[in-house]
């Protein structure tokens, strides 16, 4: 073969194999994008508004069989809702400032709220009639939580402090102290033998629900920030907190451990929620998307643009019903489409935070 016949046949050798590589490589990367995409969006849901307050919307809370959610704004109102329908059932005003956060009972018969007025005031959620209020906080109310079998409320303040309420007495039975700075969110375990609060301090505090106990079991750090939410998975085995600079953290309890930090948001994570499984998480944040994540592997598996800030977000115990309460006065509804769910049974168990 002479030199020319060499020539060509490494031309032609070269520029099948180019060719060959390149039919080889454009499935294989179509491939790795789908598979990347089926990866990052596991579930998928359409959104819906389906009404508004008059101002922000702060918290947000489904009850334990799923039926109903409620709201709470600055316009110093609280509003229920029906799930799935989306309904507006009942306002209830009453409280003289923001109310930042309510909690349903166990039951479902009673909705606790948190407010700049310094109380925490209990309603009843057929008549919306306020049945009784706690007053003993110094400074605006921020967080407020049932126990599991609605004999206590747990509460936090700018005070400082986290106090407990004898839900039969109506009174103040305990009063914790240990946090540096405002106090944000509190809750209970569901087995109903810690409170975990969080605070500008940049910790989290566990304590017992023992009520000659008054010093933390133990103090959780690791944010650097403040820690602006916490909440207990349905087993108690796990702890959710997430903070100012939408970092949420994953802890194994009642070990203290550290799992998992997922930076899940650019900004300002002030809600979580999980779903019954105890493994998905719920967030929603001031860059105005609302995600879902594995907090066993942190893989985000839903995120969407809400088109407003987030400030409450809670699902529904199997997690097919999202609801966002935003910066903008609106309240969402996400509803997991058909083709996402088909073939699962979605259990009708306790909602995402109670």
């Given at each position: 073969?002479?030199?020319?016949?060499?020539?060509?046949?490494?031309?032609?050798?070269?520029?099948?194999?180019?060719?060959?590589?390149?039919?080889?490589?454009?499935?294989?990367?179509?491939?790795?994008?789908?598979?990347?995409?089926?990866?990052?969006?596991?579930?998928?849901?359409?959104?819906?508004?389906?009404?508004?307050?008059?101002?922000?919307?702060?918290?947000?809370?489904?009850?334990?069989?799923?039926?109903?959610?409620?709201?709470?704004?600055?316009?110093?109102?609280?509003?229920?809702?029906?799930?799935?329908?989306?309904?507006?059932?009942?306002?209830?005003?009453?409280?003289?400032?923001?109310?930042?956060?309510?909690?349903?009972?166990?039951?479902?018969?009673?909705?606790?709220?948190?407010?700049?007025?310094?109380?925490?005031?209990?309603?009843?959620?057929?008549?919306?009639?306020?049945?009784?209020?706690?007053?003993?906080?110094?400074?605006?109310?921020?967080?407020?939580?049932?126990?599991?079998?609605?004999?206590?409320?747990?509460?936090?303040?700018?005070?400082?402090?986290?106090?407990?309420?004898?839900?039969?007495?109506?009174?103040?039975?305990?009063?914790?102290?240990?946090?540096?700075?405002?106090?944000?969110?509190?809750?209970?375990?569901?087995?109903?033998?810690?409170?975990?609060?969080?605070?500008?301090?940049?910790?989290?505090?566990?304590?017992?629900?023992?009520?000659?106990?008054?010093?933390?079991?133990?103090?959780?750090?690791?944010?650097?920030?403040?820690?602006?939410?916490?909440?207990?998975?349905?087993?108690?085995?796990?702890?959710?907190?997430?903070?100012?600079?939408?970092v949420v953290k994953i802890w194994e309890m009642p070990s203290g451990t550290l799992l998992r930090t997922i930076n899940a948001h650019n900004e300002i994570v002030?809600?979580?929620?999980?779903?019954?499984?105890?493994?998905?998480?719920?967030?929603?944040?001031?860059?105005?998307?609302?995600?879902?994540?594995?907090?066993?592997?942190?893989?985000?598996?839903?995120?969407?643009?809400?088109?407003?800030?987030?400030?409450?977000?809670?699902?529904?115990?199997?997690?097919?019903?999202?609801?966002?309460?935003?910066?903008?006065?609106?309240?969402?509804?996400?509803?997991?489409?058909?083709?996402?769910?088909?073939?699962?049974?979605?259990?009708?168990?306790?909602?995402?935070?109670?």
């Amino acid at each position: 073969m002479n030199k020319q016949s060499t020539y060509s046949y490494l031309f032609w050798d070269e520029h099948m194999n180019q060719s060959m590589l390149k039919y080889v490589m454009i499935p294989f990367v179509m491939s790795l994008a789908l598979s990347m995409n089926m990866k990052a969006q596991q579930r998928t849901y359409v959104m819906k508004t389906i009404g508004m307050h008059d101002d922000e919307v702060l918290g947000v809370f489904v009850n334990g069989d799923n039926t109903r959610f409620a709201t709470s704004s600055l316009d110093e109102s609280i509003k229920l809702w029906s799930i799935p329908e989306g309904k507006e059932l009942l306002t209830i005003k009453g409280h003289l400032g923001h109310v930042n956060n309510i909690s349903f009972s166990g039951d479902d018969k009673l909705i606790a709220s948190a407010s700049t007025d310094r109380t925490v005031r209990v309603w009843d959620v057929q008549t919306g009639t306020q049945q009784y209020v706690l007053t003993g906080h110094t400074a605006e109310v921020i967080g407020v939580y049932f126990s599991p079998k609605n004999d206590y409320i747990a509460s936090t303040s700018f005070d400082r402090t986290v106090k407990l309420w004898d839900t039969k007495l109506r009174t103040e039975v305990k009063t914790l102290r240990g946090h540096t700075d405002k106090t944000n969110d509190v809750a209970y375990s569901y087995d109903g033998k810690y409170i975990a609060s969080c605070s500008d301090d940049r910790t989290i505090k566990i304590w017992s629900t023992d009520l000659n106990t008054k010093e933390e079991l133990m103090t959780l750090t690791g944010h650097d920030t403040q820690v602006l939410t916490v909440l207990y998975s349905f087993d108690s085995k796990r702890l959710a907190s997430a903070d100012e600079k939408g970092v949420v953290k994953i802890w194994e309890m009642p070990s203290g451990t550290l799992l998992r930090t997922i930076n899940a948001h650019n900004e300002i994570v002030q809600s979580v929620s999980w779903a019954e499984d105890n493994k998905t998480v719920v967030t929603g944040s001031l860059d105005k998307y609302v995600k879902l994540w594995n907090s066993d592997t942190g893989e985000n598996l839903m995120s969407m643009d809400v088109g407003s800030d987030i400030w409450g977000v809670d699902l529904t115990s199997s997690g097919d019903r999202i609801l966002v309460g935003c910066a903008d006065g609106s309240v969402k509804m996400l509803s997991e489409t058909k083709a996402a769910i088909k073939g699962k049974e979605m259990p009708k168990v306790k909602g995402g935070k109670k």
